[in-house]
């Protein structure tokens, strides 16, 4: 058994990913992963808060990390967003001393204090590199066959360094994919980034990041896509009909979590997965392995 | 001479946030502009702002729309051969354009940053459906109603909550008495 600390973000816990939070607890009690939710977590403030609000942004990722020193283990987000966001403050508060003084201040106003030993990691990193190909591998009940999944690792979760996986042509998720029978097809544009949060206020040019990248899944024969993060997922899955719309394509591209690919070949059912969460309808492709 | 004291007080200024300080680095070889998705989207590209912000513009630089494009993608930051975080340095100025109540050319990004902020300063969460349409209707209650296939059909999958999860009271009241104190505090630096 592997004991980690789990912050689920805002979207994986009670937001629009929740099937990530479901998938990712059910892959993890199959291999034997104790995943213990952080207390009372706060959101991690994500982009829109480290872009306007520098030093409250600090504090809000040092208040989540204060909780999880006390309890002295690893802190696994399946978020790419919380990620970046946790661990930067972590570098910056090491970083920069001043920056460190004033969230020091800021955190004794709410009775806590951070010293900068917690590791964060995403769970991608822990099931490639703590867990490993292998041990997945062998918990494996319905071998995926050969389907075509394109390995989508979007920005967040490898860049900036230094990371777990090449910046610009990462392989964990390949490699996780062919470990559960499935191959990753080639795929160009899979660190290149999907709007992120713009499509809010931007929606224009995210749709056409957007068709990108749905473009080179399909243009080389992949018959599903995983993510490993929820804004990702989100943007390629219940944007694709605005893609369709707004260029004249017909992409009808399902958009796994790569927790729910991992589920599906571990034989769990869709109770546990979520997969009807999806808004292209997955189970075309899948449902000779459900 | 004026010129250069002008100058010498934006740039230091961009340097005193946490990532700023790579301004001074720059040799403008554009590989960042080369990298990022939406450098032809910008009225200045990343590498030109920093040579603008280096020339003392100040106005220019922080009511540009392009640190606004920034999608936090940090592809030009792994690419940049004099190692200058590039995605912090977008963040360093537009905390400054804002600090500084400078218009933002036409993009919305700044006030959809300003409605996520205030939902998580007030929850400690984002339930997005809120903030999805507290920022529409501030912004175009037009756009709201275009989205309205999309949220039925996040809803119509079970996406969409409408309750939005809380904090503990004790928690809710510790992290406003810690992000009050940022604020007392006037931010970076």
Known sequence: MKYYTYFPGCSSSEGGAKAYGWSTQAVSKVLDIELTELDDWNCCGSTPYSSIEELASFCLSARNLAFAEKRGLDLVTPCSSCYVI?????????????????VDEALAAGGLEYHGTVRVRHLLDVLANDIGYEAIEAKVKRHLDGLKVAPYYGCQVVRPKPSFDHPEFPQSLDKLIASLGGEPTLFPLKS?????????????????????????????????????????????DAYQSRVNKRFRTDFNLPILFFTQLIGV?????????????????????????? | MEIRRRADSFVGEICAIPGGEGVRLCIQCGTCTASCPHADK???????????????????????????????????????????????????????????????????????YRSFNDFVYSLGSLPEFGF??????????????????????????????????????????????????????????
């Open chain 1, 265 to 290: 070949a571990f034989g769990l059912g869709d109770e546990d997965l979520g997969l009807k969460t999806g808004i292209v309808p997955a189970e075309r492709v899948l449902a000779k392995y459900l």
């Open chain 1, 192 to 236: 290149r980034c999907c709007g992120g949060s713009l499509i809010i206020p931007e929606e224009a040019l995210a749709l056409d990041l957007i068709r990108k990248l749905l473009g080179s899944a399909l243009s080389n024969g992949a018959e599903c896509l995983v993510t490993v993060c929820p804004l990702c997922q989100t943007n390629l």
């Open chain 1, 86 to 102: 946790l661990n930067r403050t972590n570098s910056h508060l090491k970083q920069y001393p001043q920056l460190k003084a004033d």
């Open chain 2, 132 to 189: 999805m349409t507290w920022f529409h209707l501030l912004t175009n209650p037009l756009r709201a109603f275009r989205m309205i296939p999309v949220a039925l059909s996040l809803f119509r999958h079970g996406r969409l909550s409408i309750r939005a999860r809380r904090l503990t009271p004790e928690g809710t009241n510790q992290l406003r008495a810690i992000l009050d104190k940022a604020e007392s505090l006037g931010g970076v630096p």
């Open chain 2, 42 to 112: 910008m009225e200045h590209t990343p590498s030109q702002l920093i040579a603008m912000a280096r020339a003392g513009m100040r106005a220019e630089v922080l009511s540009s729309n392009a640190m606004w494009y920034c999608l936090s993608c940090y592809l030009c930051t792994v690419r940049c051969p004099r190692g200058i975080k590039q995605t912090d340095l977008m963040h360093a100025l537009e905390c400054l354009a804002v600090r500084q109540g400078l218009s933002h050319g036409r993009t919305l990004t700044p006030a959809m």
